[in-house]
């Protein structure tokens, strides 16, 4: 017994330093069009200007998000209801070009490219939801309301067309529900913005400050600790 908790200690420390954040921000998250690990894009970067020093997303998902905003890229337009303001455009735009290519995300990720409570600042939100307001839309969750046949998403039969007032509120009830659980209102400064000068990334002192992966326990590490007890 009293080996075994040796042993035990040695894989804890193990599995500790393994997820140092150093390691946490050198992988990308996963999705249809990530890169494994974030990397510097060149000119032809042509979109989500922000990130191009350290990206996860590549020069040619920009260009397409340049092109055809994500129509070609996931069968499913935002202006399903009718054509977005452009004020409103300009943020969506914004948070397409942060889960594609923000690595800081990867501390967030919980599986498959899902996401969850990533702190976005509250005054973000607030800005996004001035711009959206008078925007429409048919679904109050964009990950999981809309209707996903053929690989097209569409507004679902019953559903109509609203202003983002009346589905949201406020900025507050925008982030936490318009991409299901991946957002979460922040209103201290320890929180994300998703747009800033390219260079220096604001967010990564967020992500160096957010607690480790408290309730992680690595495979290996789970495996091990079966074979103990
Ligand atoms: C990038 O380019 C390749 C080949 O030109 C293309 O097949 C692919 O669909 C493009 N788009 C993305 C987002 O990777
Ligand atoms: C978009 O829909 C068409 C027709 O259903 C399908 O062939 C294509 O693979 C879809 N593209 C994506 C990116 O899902
Ligand atoms: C809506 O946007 C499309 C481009 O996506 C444009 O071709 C069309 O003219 C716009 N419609 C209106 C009513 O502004
Ligand atoms: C989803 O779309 C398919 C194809 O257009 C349609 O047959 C089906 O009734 C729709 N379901 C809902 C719930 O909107
Ligand atoms: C959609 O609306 C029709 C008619 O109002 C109703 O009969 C049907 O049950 C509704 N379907 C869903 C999935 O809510």
């Known amino acids: 017994m009293a080996r075994g908790l040796v042993v035990l200690f040695s894989l804890l420390s193990v599995g ?10 050198t992988k990308c998250i996963d999705g249809p069009y990530h890169k494994d690990i974030p990397s510097p894009e060149g000119p032809d970067y042509v979109e989500c200007h922000s990130w191009r020093e350290k990206s996860c ?20 337009s935002w202006n399903h209801c009718k054509n977005l303001s452009q004020e409103c455009e300009k943020f969506i735009k914004n948070q397409e070009c942060f889960w594609s290519c923000e690595p800081n995300l990867i501390k967030w990720h919980v599986g498959e490219g899902v996401l969850k409570m990533v702190p976005i600042c ?3 939100c607030d800005e996004w939801f001035d711009a959206c307001k008078s ?9 999981r309301g809309f209707n996903y046949t053929n690989s097209i998403y569409s507004c679902p039969t019953n559903s109509s067309c609203r202003t983002f007032q009346e589905f949201y509120k406020n900025g507050e009830g925008l982030c936490n529900t318009m991409w299901a659980q991946s957002f979460y209102y922040e209103k201290s400064d320890n929180c994300m913005v998703m ?15 957010a607690p480790r992966f408290s309730t992680f326990i690595h495979p290996v590490l789970m495996f091990a600790l079966l074979k103990i007890f």
Do not use: M
């Open 122 to 124: 509250a005054k973000y």
């Open 16 to 25: 500790l330093f393994c997820h140092s954040n150093s390691e946490e921000v």
């Open 57 to 76: 997303c590549t020069a040619n998902f920009t260009a397409e998000l340049q092109r055809n905003r994500v129509e070609v890229l996931y069968n499913f």
């Open 135 to 143: 925007d429409y839309t048919c679904v109050q969750d964009w990950l």
């Open 195 to 209: 747009e800033f000068a390219p260079g220096k990334n604001p967010n990564d002192a967020v992500t160096a400050s």
